[in-house]
């Protein structure tokens, strides 16, 4: 089967689409014909082995894993403890080595597409869905008629987080470039902030809760914006460790003197939250945002457009 592999870290020029052995599921495991994926800024990041503390889990010297997370596609067979999918089905979900014909995934990374979606589509929602929606709900504790900001609206979880709140009944600010305004006033933001026309740090607009997607200002900046018992949750992991790190200090020095509560997390795989998501799809409460798709060959092009940071939603890797 065709797949992408590399065998060190750094650019995009490290990636190669190469025939590779068709993997066999283990007895917990399903085997996806795979159909779509997607990229996130983690596959960079586990590309170029940076922050180097990242290479603790995934090869000090060399990756031991190949690309790619968020998966969509049919059940080609399934292990012998599965009792939840047989071949034929269609599912979405994660795994390890999603850029690539075939794929094994945990039969509990996986939940049924819903029948009104694409594979595409599908692929696009396990990483930046369950970000979205365990950083608002989870951490942010959203309620209905809360004032929400999202910092980062136009990007892949800035597309489903200004829908999960709204589904929650928000009143959703989001934030983005001048190109996707348009494009987040179109998934139901109740306001877009241009930030290259407007900093919202310094209005008089104050906010129950910020979902922080960029890393753009400092934790002061935000007290500013955040009403006396609001929440900022900063989306983390590696492709913010600066920016957490920082945080963090900030944190141990403002808790003293102020009552914000400040929350840093990192997204977890969760079959009941794939589920949610599923179902918000289904009742078209959330609509999958996909600016640009690229064939299985194309993956080095895509991932120096992800790099880029101007996408506009999500970038899906498509099997014709």
Known sequence: MKAIVYEHYGSPDVLACQEIEKPTPGDDEVL???????????????????????????????????PGRDVAGQVEAVGRKVTQF??????FGACSGALAEYACARESALVTK????????????????????QGLRDKGQIRPGQKV???????????FAVQIAKSFGADVTGVCSTGKVDMVRSIVADRVIDYTQQDFTEGTQRYDL??????????????????????????GGPTKVRAILTSAFEVLVL?????????????K????????????METRKITPVIDRRYRLSEVPQAMRYLEEGHARGKVVITWD
Request: aromatic share 6%; proline share 7%; charged share 20%.
């Open 86 to 91: 047989k071949p034929g089905d269609e599912v």
């Open 269 to 280: 795989l969760s079959q009941e939250d794939l589920t949610l998501l599923r179902e918000l």
């Open 114 to 133: 819903p029948n009104n979606m694409t594979f595409e589509q599908a692929a696009s929602v396990p990483v930046a869905g369950l970000t979205a929606l």
């Open 32 to 66: 996806i014909k795979v159909r779509a994926a997607s990229i996130n800024p983690l596959d960079r990041h586990i590309m170029r082995g940076r922050p180097f503390p990242l290479r603790i889990a995934f090869g000090l010297r060399k990756p031991k894993i190949r």
């Open 149 to 159: 900001l999202i910092n980062g609206a136009g990007g892949g979880v800035g597309t």
């Open 210 to 235: 910020i979902f922080d997607l960029a890393a753009t200002h400092s934790l002061p900046a935000y007290r500013r914006v955040l009403n006396p018992n609001g929440t900022c949750v900063i989306a």
């Open 255 to 267: 808790s003293r003197f102020v009552s914000q509560n400040f929350v840093m997390f990192v997204a």
